[in-house]
Every structure is written in C-alpha cells, then in structure tokens.
C-alpha cells in the first residue's frame, strides 16, 4: 500500500505521482527508476506509467493495434487470450507461473459427501484434465498432480496426477448417492468454459456441472468451489498456498480442521536441514493426492498482452515487478 509519492523503501522504482491503496488507486500512477538501487544489473532504464482508467478490454485493442497507449495488460483469461486478433504490433505471452487451479471440496455440512476421500477420489477420477485444459482454458496450463508443478521445489517426481477413469467414477459417486445429480461448480467468471468442460465430463458418467458466479453470495448447496492461486515464495509452498487451503488459519478451506494436515504443517516448521524441509513438502503433497484432499485441476499460465515495442519480464511468483523490462532499440 503506497499512500503518497516516495522514495519508499529500497526497490527499484520511486513512485513520483499518484497513491495506490487496498481499495483505491489514483487514475494515474508513476514509477521512475530508483537512482540508488542497491542492485547496479538490474536498475531499470524505463519509467512505469499504470493507467487506471482504460479498461483491460481497451488496453488490449491498443497492444493489438500498436497505438502507443499500452504496452503491457496484465492478467487476461484463457478467453481474451485466445481472441487477440492477429498484429504484428503486439503479441500474447505467457508464463509458467507457480499457480494452481483448484476445485474446494464443500465440507461445511457434517454429512457432505465430500466428507469421505473415497467420494472426492470418485469426483477425481471423473476428470480428464487435459481435456479440461484443452477445452476450457485453451491449452493455457499445465496439468500437475496435486499443487506443485513438476520441476518445482517440492514436487515428488513419483507423484502422477488422477488418472480418467469414468467408470469407477461412476460407481463409487451412485453409492454415495450422487448418481443423476447436477454438481454446483462456483467459479469466477473467468472460468466457465473449464466448469463448462468438467460438465462434459460428468455427462459420461450421468451427472452435469451447473455453474454459479463467485460474484455473489456463496450458496450454502454448492459442492465445489474453484480457485485460483499462486505461490509468491521462493521455497515455500506450503505455508503460501497448501496453509491456504487445509491449514488451521485457512482462508479458502470449505470444512473441517484437519490435524493429520496440522501435524505436517508442524513437522516442517520444526525441520530445519534444507533438504530434509523438501522431503516434508513432498509428503504434504503425497497426503493430498492419498486423501483427494481437493479436485486437482491444471496449473494455468499467466497471460499478457505484450506490444511488440517492449522486452518484457514476467515473474514465477506473479508479481509485476517491471525491472527487468526494457524498451526495444
């Protein structure tokens, strides 16, 4: 939170006009390079200039079109990405970010269904997530098997994702009594076409998906919630992203404390020898996958609309930083 022109701290840009709070920014914010940055190879050469007062739509029309106004649009869905019209102004680029997307189990009620992990391995089961990658994000994603991405720290090389198997789906989800049921997916908007794909799916099996905006109120029936997420941690997953979900302070759990994910989260806390810490994390994600503690879904690229006038550097932990971006020659 910046609530008036700098220098702030020690990073390499000084705000120079405008305020950005939690709830309100000014229409114009500007950044100039920090002339005492403690880091001489990464000074920026460029001043940042956000306008809040175009609209993400507009922005990407100016990338596409090459008009000058914009040069970076951050955060497009799979569906803005995949309608950038053809420019040789501008271009889409994407990144491997350390994010997931992630369906939230509703175990609020104490005889959910969901309650029981051979049910929420059932759902798991039901899923093509390539398919569903394909399909609802446009191939915008990677398919992982719990919540880190392969080659990340922490990721267990062993570890597969759910494989698509529709027919023991189909018989587990029918004893539980879910057998010709519309599942209520909440997503943001942003994700209907991957709620949409998920309801091809479940239409293999007898069942449909029938989706609701997190725009409003969430309704007390749901079944599953999707969110989207991101570790901003060098090597730290699990107290950024797993802690999120499952821990005793959780934001995003639907249910339940869980002390078998409490006793790991506690186990890593007290694990002090680095790679020792890494085999700690590889077992949470172990417990997930052994227990479905979620509806594994994909890791989704991070999208921009880049023009063509601009060298451009995202980051793995989403963040915009913006030092490392240059103006073309």
Known sequence: MIDAPGPWGTGPFVLTEGVSLIDSRSDRVVMEPNPTYWNPARRPSVRIVYDNVIGKAEGIKSVAAGDGRVDVVFDLTPDEAKAFPASDKGKIQTKKAKTILTGVFNENRPDSPWRDPA???ALNLAIDRQAVLDQGAHGYGTVIPAFIQPGRYGADPGLKPFPHDPQAAKAVLEKAG???RALVFVAS???TGVV????RNLAEIGL???FVSDRGDLPEDFDVKLEWYFDWTPQYPIACVHREFFGKDATLRQGPEDPAFDALYDKLLHTAEPAAQEGVVRE???YLQDEAKALFLYSPFT???VSDRVEFTPYDTCMSELA???IKA
């Open 189 to 191: 908007p942003a994700w």
């Open 284 to 286: 949470v994600e172990r």
């Open 303 to 305: 999208l921009f609309a």
């Open 196 to 199: 949409e794909a998920i309801g």
């Open 324 to 326: 490392e971006t240059r």
């Open 208 to 210: 449909s998906a029938r």
């Open 178 to 180: 879910l057998g010709g």
């Open 119 to 121: 049910v929420r391995r």
